[in-house]
């Protein structure tokens, strides 16, 4: 497992394309990550189930532009993957296809650009000090040395792009209050399935055989 997800900045030049995870052979210019399983992303992935014995989850796929901009260098793309949930109502475990926009800038963190900003000021406030961060501060990691590590940017991304209140279906019914049965007449495949309360609920209805 590597420390992080370490780009050259030699390799980047003046423009290039990162992917991890799915390869695509049509794109020139392409710095392929196999894994984004780091000593940093490793407990997220583990979390949502997106790694299986140290292998990300099939559906886990992104592609990054890098552009290098009087010494800053934007990244702008796009990550895929498809986290384990659990419905807010229901309980139940699933997994759900999610997109994200990947924005960002890497600013070198000894340039007065960075020393100027919020994210500077932050990181030496005081406990009770009042920082006010502007868009561009919360979209902006500092690098040194000859590479920059995007393992904050992408944790960032896909944390952020998390269901606050996940549903396993838009008319999930929930659990019953006295005895917690699901009440979804059908399961995550669409099968017809019976509730049946506990005996000792007043929602229970003896089973009719025909």
Not at 151 to 156: N, R, S
Request: glycine share 6%.
């Amino acid at each position: 497992m590597n420390k992080n997800i370490s780009i050259p900045l030699v390799k980047i030049g003046s423009e290039m394309i990162v992917t991890f995870g799915k390869s695509n052979s049509n794109l020139k210019n392409v710095y392929h990550i196999d894994t984004i399983l780091s000593e940093w992303t490793k407990s997220f992935l583990n979390e949502y189930s997106l790694i299986s014995d140290d292998k990300d989850y099939q559906e886990l796929s992104g592609i990054l532009k890098l552009i290098k901009e009087q010494g800053v260098y934007r990244i702008e793309g796009n990550i895929e993957f498809e986290p384990l949930l659990e419905c807010v109502r229901s309980l139940t475990l699933f997994r759900e296809k999610i997109s994200a926009e990947v924005k960002g800038f890497f600013v070198p963190i000894n340039s007065q650009k960075y020393q100027q900003s919020g994210i500077s000021k932050f990181s030496n406030a005081n406990e009770n000090d009042e920082i006010e961060l502007s868009e561009s501060d919360l979209e902006s990691y500092a690098f040194q040395g000859n590479s920059i590590q995007l393992d904050e940017l992408l944790l960032d991304t896909m944390f952020c792009a998390l269901p606050e209140l996940p549903l396993c279906r838009e008319d999930c019914k929930g659990l019953c209050s006295e005895c917690g049965t699901d009440l979804n007449e059908t399961d995550m495949a669409g099968k017809i399935v019976i509730v049946e309360h506990n005996k000792k609920c007043s929602h229970h209805k003896p089973l009719k055989i025909q």
